[in-house]
Structure formats: C-alpha cells, structure tokens
C-alpha cells in the first residue's frame, strides 16, 4: 500500500488518493467534507496528517469515492456501512452519527468488562 507522511500521520488508502485529486484539482477539499458529512477543517486537518480518520470515516470514505470498503470488524457496523452504498450524501451525515453512537457503546462495553475483571 502507498503512503506517504504529511504532518505526523502517515496518509494511507483513500485519503492518499483523495490527497492526489485535490493536489491536481480535480476535487475541492469543501466538496469532499460535504460528501463524507464532516466539517471542511476536519477534511483538511486529515489530508494533512494531523488528524487519523477513524476506521468509520475511513469506510464512507471508499464507498463515496469509489475505493473498495475494508471490512469492519463490528458486524452491526458492517451491516450499517453496506446500506449506504448509494446514499446520497445528506443522507450518509444521519447514517455515520449511528456508526459513531454504536462505535462509542462498544468502546464502553470493553471498558466496562476491563473493569469487571481487575
């Protein structure tokens, strides 16, 4: 896999080639947090290497711009992330607040257990 490092995080997968398309113009970095639902400062703080985008953001990413999904390993959200193929983008900003919400119980789930079991 290509990747180069800007900032402190290397840019790997679709947002190496979202970098390319905006260095020659062909996407606006304001289009590009309009499709995926996030704020123009977060598109350019990840095309950047300041920011890591999560694992979710990273799923829309390829299915809005053409790249193959990865696999999630939550199943629910692997589910969620393959009924937005097609979605207009209006529609894909109410779809990634559900992935977040689901990302965020499964993070308090572990930590919850972790605590069970000190």
């Not at 800007?6 to 840019?11: T, Y």
């Amino acid at each position: 896999m290509t990747e180069f490092y800007q900032g402190e995080i290397a840019m790997t997968g679709i947002f190496y080639d979202i970098g390319k398309m905006v260095k020659r113009k062909e996407l606006k970095q304001k289009d590009i947090a309009e499709k995926l639902g996030i704020s123009n400062t977060h598109i350019s703080a990840i095309l950047k290497g300041r920011c890591e985008p999560s694992k979710t953001l990273t799923m829309l990413a390829e299915i809005v711009f053409g790249g193959k999904p990865t696999e999630h390993p939550n199943k629910r959200i692997e589910a969620i992330v393959k009924t937005l193929e097609g979605m207009e983008p209006d529609t894909l900003q109410s779809a990634l607040v559900c992935i977040e919400k689901e990302e965020r119980l499964e993070r308090l789930k572990k930590m919850e257990q972790g605590k069970h079991v000190a």
